[in-house]
């Protein structure tokens, strides 16, 4: 069994800040890319950042400049840094990981439960 809880989020001003964190927990043998990403209501959930094992990024242009991805493999942690929010960043967000959970199996895609970000005045 293997788990991504979630952590952070809540509510912001435009032009404030909050953090994202996310852990992998139980059976992993190695986990690859990980990475976040969100869904408006009313729109298809899109990729907001992702951080490959070595660490190389990438992000949706919306948010270059704004949201800083990192990871600490020895957590099994991805946390996700939100500076400059604006109203449009308010979107429910969830992490993902590519995890091996044993040495003969492939790896499988894994998802948090979603947290929940809001920025308003």
């Known amino acids: 069994q293997v788990q991504l809880v979630e952590s952070g989020g809540g509510l912001a001003q435009p032009g404030g800040s909050l953090r994202l964190s996310c852990t992998a927990s139980?059976?992993?043998?190695?986990?690859?890319?990980m990475g976040w990403y969100r869904q408006a209501p009313g729109k298809q959930r899109e990729l907001v950042a992702h951080i490959a094992s070595g660490g190389s990024t990438n992000y949706t242009d919306s948010v270059k400049g704004r949201f800083t991805i990192s990871r600490d493999n020895a957590k099994n942690t991805v946390s996700l840094q939100m500076n400059s929010l604006k109203p449009e960043d308010t979107a429910v967000y969830y992490c993902?990981?590519?995890?091996?959970?044993?040495?003969?199996?492939?790896?499988?895609?894994?998802w948090g439960q979603g947290a929940q970000v809001t920025v308003s005045s």
């Open positions: 139980g059976s992993i043998f190695r986990i690859y890319a």
């Open positions: 993902n990981a590519q995890i091996r959970r044993h040495v003969l199996d492939g790896s499988g895609d894994y």
